[in-house]
């Protein structure tokens, strides 16, 4: 951030070891605030992206799983809107929620992505988010 101050925060844990394992949490988290330009993030909320990494074969995988989401305006709203649904449990309502628009614009939306990938988003939901997320953290500009 402008102030060059930047926060991590690890899960509360309990014994002897929970300091320790949180500590290394809020580190990575920190890392992926400073490589995202953010000032904070929650070990919980990056955890999966921490994991990930932002190495070669990261880049690599999220480049293979979104090549024809990548690219230009309108493939951020369909990352966007394939994100939160994903992120809703495949929930059309609870996604145009999140989005604030109407649940057909996410039906209509979550349809183009599965067009323009090949197939149901349901059948690599798991890989689909992770990389929805690396990209929503790190940016496209990231994959170089």
Not at 93 to 111: F, Q
């Amino acid at each position: 951030t402008e102030s060059g101050l930047h926060l991590g925060l690890g899960r509360p844990g309990q014994g002897a070891g929970a300091f320790r394992t949180s500590h290394e949490q809020a580190v990575a988290a920190r890392r992926v605030g400073l490589l995202a330009s953010a000032p904070c993030h929650a070990y919980a909320d990056v955890e999966v992206i921490c994991l990930l990494g932002d190495g070669d074969l990261a880049r690599e995988m999220v480049r293979r799983t979104l090549r024809p989401l990548l690219g230009g305006p309108k493939d951020e709203t369909l990352r966007q809107t394939a994100l939160a649904y994903l992120r809703s449990g495949q929930n059309f309502p609870l996604a145009a929620e999140e989005l604030s628009v109407h649940a057909n614009t996410v039906r209509y939306r979550v349809g183009r992505v599965e067009e323009l990938l090949g197939g149901p988003l349901a059948d690599n939901a798991m890989m689909l988010e992770a990389c929805l997320r690396w990209v929503e953290l790190y940016g496209e500009k990231a994959l170089g």
